[in-house]
């Protein structure tokens, strides 16, 4: 799969979890994405509002630090996202083209760079007309500061708003075997050449596994996997499709990646959700 001039695989690695799980410390986050990198992982997806209450920028620094000195080795898309931040215990939504500006800046000294590879809208600010949050982007990318620009949170409409403006690179929204309503803009996507990341693509892990149920278990039982590599086997029949996977052990890593070279039969579609 390629996001611009990007290669970036089969799957990406969510940071979320590094910010808001508290019993997670930075050696151990900084390992995690490093072992992901290791085992062919080239895309990073991080954002301003994966903050600490103490330390804004917390997983932009993380993942800063994991990939700092790195130059020599593959390259990383380094993916993350403004317009939404952490303010103690609230996550205001800011699409203002002087916060959008102000965002920017925070993200590129948190991960230590010049320039961000994937720059996303975190979510459309209805107080905002998307057309000028979507025309600061453009204006960062011509100072340099941002490579492509994405969007999340997103329907249709807003996507075609968005690329009157500009060129849009991605998209990131919601999408999982369990949750599949947004198939018909990911099969858009793929249509008109832009990449669709799916978050949370194992639809919240104990959902996922329940609401699959037998028809699952089969499918898993035949070709002796885990409910998570059928999960995300399921998203990859989409050709433009990355999941963002989160995870902090190497075993899980190791695992989500193999979904890459699970090959579902007729026998197993015909069990699970349409794709």
Known sequence: MRIGSHEVGVLGLGTAHFAFREDLDAELSIAAIRTAVDQGVRLIDTALAYSRRDAPGYAEAIVGRALAGATAGPEVLVATKGGHYRSGEDFPVDGRPEALRSHCDASLSALGVERIGLYQLHWVDPAVPLSESVGALAELQRQGKIEMIGLSNVDRMQLEEAQAVTAIASVQNRLSMDRPEDLPLAKLCAATGVAYLAYMPLGGAAAAHADSGVACAAVTARHGV???????????????????????RAETILDSLRAGELRLLEEDLALLPPG
């Open 226 to 248: 885990s409910w998570q590599q059928v999960a995300l086997a399921w998203l990859l029949l989409q050709p433009n499709v990355v999941p963002i996977v989160g995870s902090s």
